[in-house]
Protein backbone atom coordinates (compact mmCIF):
# COMPACT_ATOMS: atom_id res chain seq x y z
CA UNK A 1 0.00 0.00 0.00
CA UNK A 2 1.39 3.94 -0.82
CA UNK A 3 -0.21 6.31 0.56
CA UNK A 4 -3.23 4.65 1.98
CA UNK A 5 -4.40 3.61 -1.09
CA UNK A 6 -4.94 -0.60 -2.20
CA UNK A 7 -2.37 -1.45 -4.67
CA UNK A 8 -3.93 -1.74 -8.12
CA UNK A 9 -2.87 -3.71 -10.95
CA UNK A 10 -0.46 -1.88 -13.47
CA UNK A 11 -2.37 -1.49 -16.57
CA UNK A 12 -0.84 -0.86 -20.22
CA UNK A 13 -1.96 3.07 -20.36
CA UNK A 14 -0.20 3.52 -17.18
CA UNK A 15 3.13 2.03 -18.54
CA UNK A 16 3.13 3.82 -21.60
CA UNK A 17 2.32 6.61 -19.87
CA UNK A 18 5.71 6.16 -17.33
CA UNK A 19 7.95 5.04 -20.70
CA UNK A 20 7.01 8.36 -22.24
CA UNK A 21 8.09 10.16 -19.20
CA UNK A 22 11.17 8.23 -18.60
CA UNK A 23 11.65 9.13 -22.44
CA UNK A 24 10.41 12.53 -22.54
CA UNK A 25 13.37 13.62 -19.48
CA UNK A 26 15.76 12.36 -21.60
CA UNK A 27 15.10 15.13 -24.41
CA UNK A 28 13.87 17.95 -21.17
CA UNK A 29 17.61 17.39 -20.02
CA UNK A 30 19.15 17.65 -23.59
CA UNK A 31 17.18 21.28 -23.29
CA UNK A 32 18.19 21.96 -19.92
CA UNK A 33 21.70 21.34 -21.19
CA UNK A 34 21.58 23.87 -24.23
CA UNK A 35 20.00 26.56 -21.66
CA UNK A 36 16.45 25.61 -22.19
CA UNK A 37 15.22 25.18 -18.40
CA UNK A 38 11.96 26.84 -19.31
CA UNK A 39 10.11 24.07 -21.45
CA UNK A 40 8.78 21.73 -18.97
CA UNK A 41 6.63 18.39 -20.26
CA UNK A 42 3.61 20.36 -20.84
CA UNK A 43 5.11 22.65 -23.49
CA UNK A 44 5.34 19.31 -25.71
CA UNK A 45 2.00 19.87 -26.18
CA UNK A 46 2.71 23.30 -28.06
CA UNK A 47 5.60 22.55 -30.02
CA UNK A 48 3.88 19.17 -31.37
CA UNK A 49 0.83 20.85 -32.99
CA UNK A 50 2.98 24.17 -33.96
CA UNK A 51 2.46 25.17 -37.65
CA UNK A 52 5.77 26.36 -39.31
CA UNK A 53 2.83 29.28 -40.43
CA UNK A 54 1.56 30.15 -37.24
CA UNK A 55 -1.41 28.80 -35.40
CA UNK A 56 -3.69 30.03 -33.24
CA UNK A 57 -4.02 28.59 -29.80
CA UNK A 58 -8.08 27.84 -30.00
CA UNK A 59 -6.51 25.44 -33.19
CA UNK A 60 -3.80 23.78 -30.70
CA UNK A 61 -5.69 23.69 -27.70
CA UNK A 62 -8.19 21.67 -29.95
CA UNK A 63 -5.28 19.59 -31.87
CA UNK A 64 -3.59 19.07 -27.71
CA UNK A 65 -6.93 18.03 -26.82
CA UNK A 66 -7.04 20.80 -24.15
CA UNK A 67 -8.82 23.99 -23.42
CA UNK A 68 -8.32 27.16 -24.85
CA UNK A 69 -7.50 28.61 -21.27
CA UNK A 70 -5.16 26.22 -20.96
CA UNK A 71 -3.27 26.49 -23.95
CA UNK A 72 -3.35 30.41 -23.54
CA UNK A 73 -1.45 29.51 -20.74
CA UNK A 74 1.43 27.37 -22.10
CA UNK A 75 1.35 29.62 -24.79
CA UNK A 76 1.78 32.74 -22.49
CA UNK A 77 4.62 30.84 -20.44
CA UNK A 78 6.33 30.41 -23.63
CA UNK A 79 6.14 33.69 -24.83
CA UNK A 80 7.50 35.12 -21.70
CA UNK A 81 10.83 33.24 -22.15
CA UNK A 82 11.42 34.06 -26.02
CA UNK A 83 9.93 30.74 -27.36
CA UNK A 84 6.91 32.20 -29.32
CA UNK A 85 5.65 35.60 -30.39
CA UNK A 86 1.95 36.37 -31.65
CA UNK A 87 1.18 37.80 -34.99
CA UNK A 88 -2.05 38.65 -36.08
CA UNK A 89 -3.69 36.64 -38.40
CA UNK A 90 -3.81 37.63 -42.03
CA UNK A 91 -6.84 35.86 -42.69
CA UNK A 92 -8.55 37.01 -40.19
CA UNK A 93 -8.02 40.63 -38.34
CA UNK A 94 -9.55 39.42 -35.19
CA UNK A 95 -7.29 35.87 -34.65
CA UNK A 96 -3.53 36.03 -33.51
CA UNK A 97 -1.46 32.97 -35.16
CA UNK A 98 1.24 31.63 -32.68
CA UNK A 99 4.61 31.28 -34.60
CA UNK A 100 8.07 29.64 -33.42
CA UNK A 101 11.01 32.37 -33.00
CA UNK A 102 14.32 31.33 -33.36
CA UNK A 103 14.28 30.38 -29.57
CA UNK A 104 11.79 28.25 -30.38
CA UNK A 105 13.20 26.77 -33.56
CA UNK A 106 16.29 25.96 -31.62
CA UNK A 107 13.73 23.87 -29.15
CA UNK A 108 12.22 22.25 -32.02
CA UNK A 109 15.87 21.42 -33.70
CA UNK A 110 17.18 20.10 -29.94
CA UNK A 111 14.09 18.06 -29.54
CA UNK A 112 14.30 16.32 -33.09
CA UNK A 113 18.21 15.54 -32.65
CA UNK A 114 17.13 13.70 -29.66
CA UNK A 115 14.97 11.34 -31.63
CA UNK A 116 17.75 8.80 -32.38
CA UNK A 117 19.56 9.10 -28.80
CA UNK A 118 16.28 7.90 -27.35
CA UNK A 119 15.48 5.24 -30.29
CA UNK A 120 18.95 3.83 -29.58
CA UNK A 121 18.41 3.92 -25.78
CA UNK A 122 14.94 1.80 -26.34
CA UNK A 123 17.01 -0.90 -28.75
CA UNK A 124 19.51 -1.11 -26.41
CA UNK A 125 16.55 -2.19 -23.86
CA UNK A 126 13.94 -4.01 -25.98
CA UNK A 127 16.34 -5.03 -29.61
CA UNK A 128 15.79 -3.27 -32.59
CA UNK A 129 13.16 -5.89 -34.07
CA UNK A 130 11.04 -5.42 -31.12
CA UNK A 131 11.46 -1.27 -31.30
CA UNK A 132 10.35 -1.61 -34.64
CA UNK A 133 7.39 -3.83 -33.94
CA UNK A 134 6.34 -1.62 -31.18
CA UNK A 135 6.11 1.20 -33.30
CA UNK A 136 3.92 -0.77 -35.86
CA UNK A 137 2.02 -1.41 -32.09
CA UNK A 138 1.18 2.20 -31.23
CA UNK A 139 0.87 3.45 -34.75
CA UNK A 140 -2.23 0.74 -34.82
CA UNK A 141 -3.40 1.90 -31.40
CA UNK A 142 -3.77 5.04 -32.79
CA UNK A 143 -5.20 4.78 -35.53
CA UNK A 144 -7.57 2.23 -34.38
CA UNK A 145 -11.27 3.80 -34.81
CA UNK A 146 -12.83 3.05 -31.22
Same mark, same amino acid.
Given at each position: MSRGLPERPVNV???????? #?? +????? %???? &????H????????????? %??EDGTTVSA +?? /?? &??VTKQAMA? +?? !?? %?? /?HGYLVRVPD? !?????? %?? @??? /???REVLAIAQATVPEVET? #??? #?IG??? @???????LESIVTAAW
Open positions: AVLMREAF #VV +LNDLV %LTRL &AERGEAVRTAHGAVFQF %LD +LA /ER &AGS +LV !SH %LE /EP !SDGRAK %LV @LAT /ERGR #VAD #VERR @LQEMRKD
